[in-house]
Structure formats: C-alpha cells, structure tokens
C-alpha cells in the first residue's frame, strides 16, 4: 500500500491523461509557495510535477530528476521549454551534486519504486506478466542487469537478496533452482525466471504469483533502491530550508522503516 507523510487537498487537479497517486495530498503536503523552489527526484511521467509547476510564479523554480532515460525523455519534451524548470538525469541519492539543489529547496517529492511506465514495458524487464529480457534497471546504461547478476551470484548471495528485499520465505530453495537451472541454461527471460519460481514454490491463499516477491527483491537490489532512499534523505534534511517539506510515497515496508 502507498503512504504519504501528508493530508491535504490543494486546489489544482492533476492533468486528465495522467492520474498520479495521491496527487491532492502531495501537494497539499508540499504546500507549495509562488517563489519557492522544489525538487520531484522520481519525474515519471511529470504528474506531480506538473501539479507544482501550476502552483508555481514566475520566480519559482522546478528541479526534476529521474534515473531513467524514457521519464527525462518525456521531461525534455514536456519541461524544458518553461525557464522554470531544469532537468537532470540521475537518483535521487544525487541530489546534493546537482549546484541548483545546493542553494536550499523548499520541497522534495519521492515517489519510490518502480512505475507503471516501466511496468508495461516488456523490454524493460521487470514485470513476469509480460515476458522480455531479465534487465529490471530503472537506468538501463548502468549497471548490471538482473539476468548478469543471477549468472554469476552464489546461491547464498541470491538468498540474502530474497529473504532481506522480498521476505521470501522459499529464498533458499529458489536460490538453489536458479544456480541448478543456470548451469543448463542460462535465465534470461523474466517469463523463464518466473516458471522457474513457480515450479519451486506452490501458489498460497491468496493467489498471488509465486514469483511476485522475489521479483521485487532483485528489482531492489538491481537498482539499489534502499540505499539510494536511504542516501537520499540524509542529504534531503541538509538541502531543505527552515519550514521546507518532504513529501514521500512509498510501497511497502522496507521503504517505510527507513522513511520513518
């Protein structure tokens, strides 16, 4: 489930073609102010974003970021052109090298995780409903994709993942398919992790896919999403100004210890 750290409802109404979570309480929380300046370090498709841009005067300023390449893309196209706005490529955990963050921020919005963008994308690799490449990096020119990492990862540094980033409870059993089933073949294709999974693992109570959470474990783990939020909010308390908000939506528990 997705919380934010406020309540609220502003009177700006988010864009008709893209409905973002919690769009009235987000910026009721940042309490945007005219001349003030904010930083959105998860752009996405610029719903949020836009919703302060609207609440913005002429003086204020919108700082976006985002780590992958397709949300800076749609930035570029849809940002750029207002003097208000600039633009930078990369985490959040990155949010004190960018010089204009550096002068003080009156609100930060984080909205953790993976995107429905992302999601319905086969080729990105990180939903098992789609079958596509086992890549899951939310930045695909950085890093290693998730397929690299389960060819060569040992069995136990497969299960540490699991158990700590999906509280997988089979995390050692699956662990141990995966090495067995890579000395055959390599795993490349989220639909092969996926079968391999549910041959493991049988379907509870509840019906959900056997798969679910240890493709959220290494999708956290690929794009080291809890140490980059983690990163992220120290330097956050540093950049804010005195009465400066943030704003954070997160999906889940490891995201809201660390948060809290």
Same mark, same amino acid.
């Given at each position: 489930?997705?919380?934010?750290t406020?309540?609220?409802? $502003?009177?700006?109404?988010?864009?008709?073609?893209?409905?973002? +979570?919690?769009? !009235? /309480?987000? #910026?009721?929380g940042?309490?945007?102010?005219e001349?003030?300046?904010?930083?959105d370090?998860t752009?996405?498709?610029g719903g949020?974003?836009?919703?302060v841009l609207e609440?913005?005067?002429?003086d204020?300023?919108?700082l976006?970021?985002d780590?992958?390449?397709?949300?800076i893309a749609v930035a570029?196209?849809?940002?750029?052109?207002?003097?208000?706005?600039?633009i930078?490529?990369?985490?959040?955990?990155q949010?004190?090298?960018?010089?204009?963050a550096?002068a003080?921020l009156?609100g930060?919005l984080?909205?953790?995780?993976v995107?429905?963008p992302?999601?319905d994308v086969?080729?990105r690799g990180f939903?098992?409903?789609?079958?596509? $490449?086992?890549?899951?990096?939310?930045d695909?020119d950085s890093? +290693?994709?998730? !397929? /690299?990492w #389960?060819a060569?990862?040992?069995?136990?540094e497969?299960?540490d993942v699991?158990?700590?980033?999906?509280e997988?409870?089979?995390?050692r059993?699956?662990?141990r398919?995966?090495?067995a089933?890579r000395e055959?073949?390599?795993?490349t294709?989220?639909?092969?992790?996926?079968?391999?999974i549910?041959?493991?693992?049988?379907?509870g109570k509840d019906?959900?896919n056997p798969a679910?959470?240890?493709?959220q474990a290494i999708?956290?783990h690929?794009?080291?999403?809890?140490?980059?939020?983690?990163?992220?909010?120290d330097?956050?308390?540093?950049?804010l100004k005195?009465?400066?908000?943030?704003?954070?939506?997160?999906?889940?528990?490891?995201?809201d210890?660390?948060?809290?």
């Amino acid at each position: 489930m997705r919380e934010d750290t406020h309540t609220g409802h $502003p009177s700006a109404q988010p864009p008709a073609q893209h409905l973002p +979570v919690l769009y !009235a /309480q987000v #910026l009721a929380g940042l309490r945007v102010i005219e001349n003030g300046t904010y930083l959105d370090g998860t752009f996405g498709r610029g719903g949020h974003a836009r919703g302060v841009l609207e609440q913005l005067g002429p003086d204020g300023r919108l700082l976006v970021m985002d780590k992958d390449p397709e949300a800076i893309a749609v930035a570029q196209r849809d940002f750029a052109p207002d003097p208000r706005v600039a633009i930078f490529r990369g985490s959040f955990a990155q949010m004190r090298q960018w010089p204009q963050a550096q002068a003080g921020l009156d609100g930060i919005l984080l909205d953790l995780g993976v995107s429905s963008p992302q999601l319905d994308v086969a080729e990105r690799g990180f939903s098992f409903g789609k079958d596509g $490449p086992l890549d899951m990096r939310m930045d695909p020119d950085s890093g +290693v994709s998730a !397929a /690299q990492w #389960l060819a060569s990862a040992t069995d136990a540094e497969i299960a540490d993942v699991l158990w700590h980033y999906g509280e997988e409870r089979a995390s050692r059993k699956i662990a141990r398919a995966i090495v067995a089933q890579r000395e055959k073949t390599p795993i490349t294709g989220t639909a092969q992790l996926a079968a391999l999974i549910n041959q493991v693992v049988p379907r509870g109570k509840d019906k959900s896919n056997p798969a679910t959470r240890s493709f959220q474990a290494i999708r956290i783990h690929i794009n080291r999403e809890l140490a980059d939020l983690e990163e992220a909010l120290d330097q956050a308390v540093s950049l804010l100004k005195p009465g400066g908000r943030l704003a954070i939506i997160s999906f889940h528990s490891l995201e809201d210890r660390i948060v809290k």
